[in-house]
């Protein structure tokens, strides 16, 4: 496709349930990263992909939240559990990856953003 | 780890008026982009400029990576730029998340 597509664009959900987001990067996009934004602040990291394996995992603030990206292209964001606390936007994006080789001799591009998914967990 | 501030966090213009929004890091990056936030919350990229000055238009971009700061500059600016305007930077090789400053809310009005 054109641009990073995020399904769905709204979710609300009860606490303690289980949600599933979506991102479908663009197409020929080796690298896939997911964010999140509260109101009225920048987004912070929580995963990033290269290919199918998460090169950096470090933002995922605790055990409840997980994500996949299993052929390499479509990635799923995991919650089990939500708390309130997770209401936000749930950001992913997406670029190519720069130089040959395997980490840590490459970098990444441009990062082009989706448009999100609000997250909302009464 | 890596501070990223920005600043005015606000500011108010009316249209046809010129902006410089600030981004300054704490630490080295190897890469730096600017982006801008729409009121439907999405996030448009402007500028890639780990260093050097670049051109599109109204928008114009200098990083100075030895003095950890970046410029944004907005020139005749119109009620379409209104929004948050973010830099992003990432600290290099294997590293490649984006830490967002803290934003400047730009609001022109006609």
């Known amino acids: 496709g054109a641009g990073v597509s995020q399904t769905p664009s709204n979710k609300v959900t009860e606490k303690g349930k289980y949600v599933e987001l979506r991102c479908d990067p663009i197409s020929g996009h080796t690298a896939l990263y997911w964010y999140r934004q509260s109101l009225g602040q920048g987004p912070e990291f929580l995963i990033y992909f290269q290919g199918t394996g998460a090169a950096d995992d470090s933002g995922l603030p605790n055990d409840r939240f997980f994500a996949v990206r299993p052929e390499g292209s479509v990635s799923t964001l995991k919650i089990q559990r939500t708390e309130r606390g997770d209401s936000a936007v749930y950001l992913c994006?997406?670029?190519?990856?720069?130089?040959?080789?395997?980490?840590?001799?490459?970098?990444?591009?441009?990062?082009?953003f989706g448009p999100g998914t609000r997250l909302t967990v009464l | 780890g890596i501070q990223v501030e920005q600043s005015p966090p606000d500011l108010i213009l009316q249209e046809g008026a010129n902006s410089t929004l600030r981004c300054n890091f704490s630490d080295s990056v190897n890469n730096l982009q600017w982006f801008h936030q729409n009121p439907w919350g999405q996030l448009i990229n402007l500028f890639y400029?780990?260093?050097g000055t670049k051109q599109n238009g109204r928008l114009s971009a200098t990083t100075v990576a030895t003095e950890r700061y970046s410029l944004l500059y907005i020139s005749s600016s119109q009620t379409t730029d209104s929004g948050v305007y973010f830099c992003a930077v990432e600290r290099g090789w294997g590293t490649d998340k984006l830490i967002f400053g803290t934003g400047t809310r730009l609001q022109v009005f006609p």
């Open positions: 994006a997406s670029s190519t990856t720069l130089a040959g080789g395997h980490s840590p001799t490459y970098s990444t591009d441009t990062q082009y």
């Open positions: 400029i780990p260093s």
